[in-house]
């Protein structure tokens, strides 16, 4: 592998992340310090040209959604920047380490988006129960503002930034963009319909810029550093590092940054060691329980946004969950489709009812009665179907499972 720079994680461990002075006298802040020369304008062709897509599980190019926000309804008088920090994915651990390690990193990235976008107010939505982010970013965004990176006329550069921190209550889908701004305005968890996206109509009817913490994360290194060097890392067209969150029986367990591109192979048998003794690579479960199977032939892949979709897989938001010859598919594949029921929000008939299908047939008692074509089917019409994203997710792991291990005997 290639060396390459950390971007999301080059603090983590080394620095105090409860202190702005830790933070300022290893180069922090000095993007903010940049963007007095620099046009909104100009930050958002920076960002474009860095070709960094969104690392929250959607892949979408992060220079466009900012530009698409910036743009849309020239007169209304807000506009929002808002973190998506709800990490509800099963397998994935990563928006924590960055919140809990280096969590003036996150804001000042936020700062840069609100900037290039013109926002005035930006909320961080986070998962309740992250204690430690919880009690680190509080700490950070007190400290901002005692040290003038938040609040009025930030570093005289004529920008005025109020963030606030809302904690969500551990819905899966009020990770889900539109249903986490219901969310943000008080709202019970439902899905809104799109379109209208964010960018046009966000959180209380004005433009709203959605982001990943991971995402933000990247700002700081591509302001300070130049789009040049960020597009020296990755592949042709997924540029930058990448949070790897792995899980399962391999010998080093954790969160990995890496350059885009890093295969399969790499990932559990360098960086993580191999297999535990004893077990076998079986497959890998990448992107969650919204993800997709890959087995050995997909060892070799390159972990990136258009070798994975040329497969028909995907990255999503990071999560690799090894399988190995001693799981029981049937049972992991009991369990997505259980946490699929129990996370519906019931407000649409495909997904409410479609949910409970898939749960009642995989929980036939015996395997060889469980109806493959049934799962897949029921599946693909939720896919079609359904109001939000979440309805849409079940086919991804059916379908890839189906695919490379055809059924559970
Ligand atoms: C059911 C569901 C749950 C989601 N949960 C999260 C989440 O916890 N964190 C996140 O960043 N994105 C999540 N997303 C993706 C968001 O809708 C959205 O694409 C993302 O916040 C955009 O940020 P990005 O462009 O930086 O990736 C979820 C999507 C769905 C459909």
Not at 19 to 35: P, R, V
Not at 219 to 242: H, Q, R
């Amino acid at each position: 592998m290639k060396s390459f720079p950390l971007i999301s994680l080059a603090r983590s461990g080394k620095v105090n992340p409860k202190s702005i002075e830790d933070y300022l006298n290893t180069g922090g802040f000095e993007a903010i310090k940049k963007l007095s020369s620099m046009s909104p304008e100009s930050v958002l062709d920076e960002i474009e040209k860095s070709g960094l897509r969104g690392r929250g599980g959607a892949g979408f190019p992060t220079g466009l959604k900012q530009r698409f926000t910036s743009s849309s309804c020239l007169s209304c008088e807000k506009r929002y920047v808002v973190c998506n920090a709800d990490e509800g994915e099963p397998g994935t651990f990563k928006d924590r380490m960055i919140m809990e390690t280096d969590p003036f990193l996150l804001i000042e990235g936020m700062i840069i988006a609100a900037f290039a976008i013109r926002a005035t107010n930006a909320y961080i939505y986070i998962r309740g129960e992250y204690y430690p982010s919880i009690e680190n970013l509080e700490n950070a965004i007190k400290q901002c503002y005692d040290k003038g990176f938040l609040g009025k006329n930030i570093l005289n550069i004529g920008l005025n930034l109020e963030m606030g921190l809302f904690k969500g209550a551990g819905s899966y889908l009020c990770g889900e963009e539109l249903t986490l701004l219901e969310s943000l305005e008080g709202k019970r968890g439902y899905p809104r319909i799109k379109p209208p996206f964010p960018a046009e109509k966000g959180l209380w009817g004005y433009p709203t810029l959605v982001n990943n913490v991971e995402t933000f994360s990247h700002l700081p290194f591509i302001i300070s550093n130049g789009s040049e060097d960020y597009i020296k890392i990755g592949t042709a067209e997924s540029k930058g590092t990448k949070l790897f969150c792995v899980s399962g029986n391999v010998n080093k367990t954790g969160v990995f940054e890496l350059p885009l591109g890093v295969t399969l192979r790499e990932l559990i048998f360098d960086v993580c060691g191999g297999m535990k003794d004893g077990y076998k690579f079986k497959a890998a479960l990448l992107g969650g329980a919204a993800g997709t199977f890959a087995d050995q032939s997909m060892l070799d892949i390159a972990l990136a946004y258009e070798t994975l979709k040329k497969e028909g897989l995907t990255l999503g938001s990071g999560a690799v969950i090894i399988v190995d010859d001693k799981t029981d598919l049937k049972k992991m594949m009991k369990s997505i489709l259980h946490f699929f029921k129990h996370e519906s929000c019931g407000k649409c008939v495909p997904c409410r009812i479609g949910t409970r299908l898939l749960l009642n047939e995989i929980s036939k008692q015996n395997s060889a009665e469980i109806d493959m074509n049934f799962l897949l089917n029921e599946s693909e019409y939720m896919a079609k179907t359904s109001l939000c994203p979440l309805g849409q997710s079940p086919v991804l792991p059916i379908k890839s499972y189906i695919r490379f291990f055809k059924n559970f005997q």
